[in-house]
């Protein structure tokens, strides 16, 4: 068994005792919610599929993602950065993106601006993380296609060496979810 074996069989494990740890603490008398009672079943029934789609698993599947296409699209970087053809790919990048950005954001009454009119607590800011990996992705993706290589194999390529990242994501999601439930978060 590999070491990522080991640890996401403990992984595993921590996810089944976790219910009854909360009810074992609960009936000790420490101030948590106990998975078992009434409403925690509820609670674990209604919200069971939410780790599927958490930050954490997107967060996984998006760095695997971005280090697949970077493995087969720029590696070797020596070779990568002495073309000329990477330069116009990326000031090509650049421009649009930019431009885009300022589209967006440039009107007073835009609607990705916060209520107050600012870039703090808006929504283009909470969604630039991902835009910003979702448009490197496609940035490698159009790079590497060049170079005649499918891109099914460069989305994948981590995913198919790594197989239980997605997997270890979505059991780190569930424990989470337990214990922000567990201590009323």
């Given at each position: 068994?590999?070491?990522?074996?080991?640890?996401?069989?403990?992984?595993?494990?921590?996810?089944?005792?976790?219910?009854?740890?909360?009810?074992?603490?609960?009936?000790?008398?420490?101030?948590?919610?106990?998975?078992?009672?009434?409403?925690?079943?509820?609670?674990?029934?209604?919200?069971?599929?939410?780790?599927?789609?958490?930050?954490?698993?997107?967060?996984?599947?998006?760095?695997?993602?971005?280090?697949?296409?970077?493995?087969?699209?720029?590696?070797?970087?020596?070779?990568?950065?002495?073309?000329?053809?990477?330069?116009?790919?990326?000031?090509?990048?650049?421009?649009?993106?930019?431009?885009i950005l300022i589209a967006i954001a440039?009107?007073?009454?835009?609607?990705?601006?916060?209520?107050?009119?600012?870039?703090?607590?808006?929504?283009?800011?909470?969604?630039?993380?991902?835009?910003?990996?979702?448009?490197?992705?496609?940035?490698?993706?159009?790079?590497?296609?060049?170079?005649?290589?499918?891109?099914?194999?460069?989305?994948?390529y981590t995913i198919r060496n790594h197989?239980?990242?997605?997997?270890?994501?979505?059991?780190?999601?569930?424990?989470?979810?337990?214990?922000?439930?567990?201590?009323?978060?």
């Amino acid at each position: 068994m590999s070491n990522s074996e080991r640890n996401f069989a403990c992984l595993l494990v921590m996810a089944a005792l976790l219910p009854f740890l909360s009810w074992v603490l609960s009936v000790l008398g420490v101030p948590c919610r106990s998975i078992f009672d009434d409403d925690g079943l509820r609670w674990l029934f209604r919200h069971a599929a939410d780790c599927l789609h958490s930050r954490i698993v997107a967060f996984t599947l998006c760095c695997l993602m971005m280090q697949g296409v970077i493995r087969e699209s720029l590696v070797p970087f020596g070779k990568t950065f002495r073309q000329s053809r990477f330069y116009r790919f990326a000031a090509v990048y650049a421009v649009v993106f930019i431009c885009i950005l300022i589209a967006i954001a440039a009107p007073d009454n835009s609607p990705l601006l916060s209520i107050t009119g600012g870039l703090v607590g808006s929504p283009l800011l909470d969604g630039l993380p991902f835009l910003g990996w979702f448009s490197f992705i496609v940035f490698c993706l159009c790079y590497g296609h060049n170079s005649h290589k499918s891109w099914a194999k460069m989305l994948t390529y981590t995913i198919r060496n790594h197989p239980l990242a997605i997997p270890f994501a979505v059991v780190t999601s569930f424990c989470w979810q337990c214990i922000e439930y567990m201590l009323n978060l």
